[in-house]
């Protein structure tokens, strides 16, 4: 739908402090992953690191990368890539990188709930 921005990722990296991952799933056509007040959706591509080894996740297909394991985990940092990327990196080396494309479909949503709501759908 839209691009990331620096902006988005200073969104989200404002919630890094408020917890570890308290919820994760990854199925056929979604990836969420939840943390403190910030909760994101993807529908369209993630790359996955999970002790030195990585995963390729395209919606409508399965995907054997074991992100239980990430449950409980602290997040290090949030970087912007590009304006179709923007990765999850944790202390352990591991990542979750998250895209985005141009195009008339949803491919993912940031939320951040604080004093104001914030949604942001891509």
């Known amino acids: 739908m839209r691009e990331y921005s620096r902006d988005d990722i200073t969104l989200i990296a404002k919630g890094l402090d408020a917890g570890d991952i308290d919820y994760?799933?990854?199925g056929q056509f979604?990836?969420?992953i939840a943390f403190g007040r910030v909760?994101?959706?993807?529908?369209h591509?993630?790359?996955?690191?999970?002790?030195?080894?990585?995963?390729?996740w395209i919606t409508g297909n399965e995907c054997e990368a074991p992100i239980w394991l990430?449950?409980?985990k602290k997040i290090k940092s949030c970087k912007y890539e590009t304006p179709v990327a923007f990765r999850l990196?944790?202390?352990s080396r591991n990542f979750i990188r998250f895209y985005t494309e141009i195009s008339a479909y949803e491919c993912g949503a940031i939320s951040v709930s604080a004093d104001q709501?914030?949604?942001k759908v891509y």
Not at 39 to 43: S, V
Not at 45 to 56: S, T
């Open 30 to 32: 979604d990836f969420q």
């Open 70 to 72: 990430l449950l409980g």
């Open 117 to 119: 709501a914030v949604t």
């Open 24 to 26: 994760i799933g990854l």
């Open 45 to 56: 591509r993630l790359d996955v690191r999970i002790f030195n080894y990585d995963y390729k």
């Open 89 to 91: 990196e944790f202390s």
């Open 39 to 43: 909760h994101l959706t993807n529908y």
